[in-house]
């Protein structure tokens, strides 16, 4: 189970890794569609409802979400155009792209070049998201990935952000500084994850702190009557103890804290689900792209110890 993996963004997109640019990894994609909006009618009056409009796939009608009038609509081509000013800088390419929840959330990703953390290679992604529910804007996520397990690396570092918003403006000097703040957020970050990095691995937890970090991690249900849900718990339980007791690229870590980060991310990252969804791998993508997962509860369980 532990070889031949792909990352999050890998099980989820596509591989626009060929493209030169943001419209022609668009394309690549299939998210080279737009959105419309339409008035909403009430079914009984058969009058147009104030105030509102429903965002629409183009192609095929999908519903992306319910917005006020004020609402602006950043087709995928705009949200992503400033993208292009950062291609090539630092050795910055595009990777991947897909989009999440059928349409509410495109994204895509690039790759910096591969740089090194305690000894193994680490590959870091940002991941740019445009959002068409209503529910948020443009998003940019710094997202490692290491190279051997393919396992998602970002928690909340306080020195240092991974992940901020924008808003689009469309001016080319806009388009610049952006580009800039996306490559300079990405290298302090990066910065920041080797130097905590060290500080984790030099954290001993023998299999008793760990057992005590998962039991924290994966509390048990209140209602402990629900036989189905306390056996869910368990089993969660004893998967990441055996991911984590068992994954071959822990051998040098295992042990410390960053060796359990792993392991969690390891969970996070490839566990299958109690109940897969058609486009569980999708969401998953953006959930730990976007922060506030298992790892951030564990990055911070470990900080305490």
Not at 36 to 61: A, F, T
Not at 141 to 170: D, E, V, Y
């Amino acid at each position: 189970t532990f070889d031949n993996r792909k990352s999050p963004a890998e099980m989820a997109g596509k591989d626009v890794s060929a493209s030169k640019s943001v419209a022609e990894a668009l394309m690549m994609s299939g998210l080279n569609w737009k959105v419309e909006q339409h008035s909403l009618i009430d079914s009984k009056s058969r009058l147009v409802v104030p105030g509102i409009k429903h965002n629409v796939r183009d192609y095929d009608g999908a519903s992306l979400g319910i917005v006020s009038n004020s609402y602006k609509v950043v087709q995928n081509s705009q949200g992503f155009d400033f993208v292009d000013e950062s291609l090539g800088h630092q050795g910055i390419t595009l990777a991947t792209a897909g989009e999440a929840s059928n349409g509410k959330k495109v994204w895509l990703q690039a790759e910096m070049p591969e740089m090194t953390i305690l000894g193994e290679p680490v590959d870091p992604y940002i991941v740019f998201v445009n959002q068409h529910d209503g529910k948020g804007g443009i998003r940019i996520m710094i997202t490692p990935i290491r190279l051997w397990c393919k396992n998602q690396m970002n928690f909340a570092i306080k020195k240092a952000s991974r992940s901020w918003s924008t808003q689009h403006k469309g001016a080319v000097e806009w388009k610049m500084q952006e580009a800039k703040r996306t490559i300079l957020g990405a290298n302090e970050y990066m910065k920041a994850l080797e130097t905590e990095a060290e500080i984790l691995a030099k954290i001993k937890m023998d299999d008793a702190a760990v057992r005590t970090a998962i039991e924290t991690l994966i509390p048990l249900p209140k209602d402990s009557d629900n036989k189905r849900k306390l056996q869910n718990a368990e089993e969660c339980r004893a998967e990441l103890m055996y991911r984590y007791k068992n994954a071959d690229d822990l051998n040098n870590i295992r042990g410390t804290a960053y060796g359990f980060l792993n392991a969690v991310s390891d969970y996070t990252s490839h566990a299958i689900p109690k109940r897969m969804t058609k486009d569980y791998w999708e969401n998953n993508m953006i959930r730990l792209a976007s922060g506030g997962s298992m790892i951030d509860k564990a990055y911070d369980i470990v900080k305490v110890a």
